[in-house]
């Protein structure tokens, strides 16, 4: 996928309470593992300063925990309803990633009038370049939670829905009976000539090929195949009463041969298992929505 595709596609990682909350404590987590353990911008002068009593140090820390909390709760609790940033594509979004940094380094200066900061230079954090400074190094530590959470809500929201239609695809088979998957299937050539005749549980996926249609289907635990001269579909109006369902331009699959559904590098697949080997059939994005509502039916 292009960069560009990407960015014009929809933002919908952070849409629901349990993502927005895993995208928040992961941003108070990951603050203070990097802070403490990396020590970064004279924190770790500050640290070995005796001047710096142990009760600072935490309140130092204990700061940064609330301001992360608060201004990325307010953020996606709260400002997104608000300026109306709920359904906005990826481009759209890296905006607010830029904004919520702004609003966790204006809560973080404010809490300072609070929390004494380390070092007690409180005129210097008035100062607004030293302020502009710190601006690039809060986005740089959001940024690894936020992209972290992605990635996360992402894995997970893969394997629900390939969970989802596993559970489907099973109560899909479990609703045909043995005489419906024994029904005779005559497939018909271009000159409308009867060219193949097999049971509807021997059939296992239909190629496209130019004008040709390769039909795949088992016998004596061997997948076979046989070309008959038409196009997909053609051969998919002989069909449209059983659950052979278009799932690609070039690949259309008996439903009860499907054993699971995979996604791998974000595209769905098809798998059917035959004695041998494991076949895995592309599931286009323009097909996927009519296979989830075949398996739903």
Known sequence: MKISEFLEQPFYYFNDKRSKWIYIVSAVVFS????????PY???EEMSNPANPTFHKFLFFFSIAISTFLALGLSQFFLRQVFDYQKVNNKKYLYWVLFEALLLLAINFGLSFIIPDLGNDFEQELNIWFQLKMYPKVLMILLFPFLGSVVYVTITQMQSEIQQLDH???????????????????FYDENNQPDL????????????????????YGKSDDVKKHIIRNRLKHILLQTEDLPIEQCHRS???????????????????????????????????????????????
Do not use: W
Not at 258 to 276: A, C, H, P, Q, R
């Open 32 to 39: 203070h593992v990097f802070l403490i353990f990396f020590q």
């Open 42 to 44: 004279g924190i770790s």
């Open 168 to 186: 489907q695809l099973k109560n899909f088979k479990e609703r045909f009976t043995k005489p419906d998957t024994t029904k005779q299937v005559v």
């Open 197 to 216: 005749k097999l049971n509807l549980e021997d059939i296992l996926y239909l190629e496209s090929s130019n004008q040709y249609v390769l039909v795949y």
């Open 251 to 297: 690949f259309a699959v008996n439903l009860l041969k499907v054993n699971s559904m995979k996604k791998i590098s974000g595209k769905l697949f098809l798998i059917i298992e035959t004695s041998d080997s494991k076949v895995k059939i592309p599931v286009s994005k323009s097909f996927s929505e009519a296979i989830k509502k075949a398996f739903e039916a």
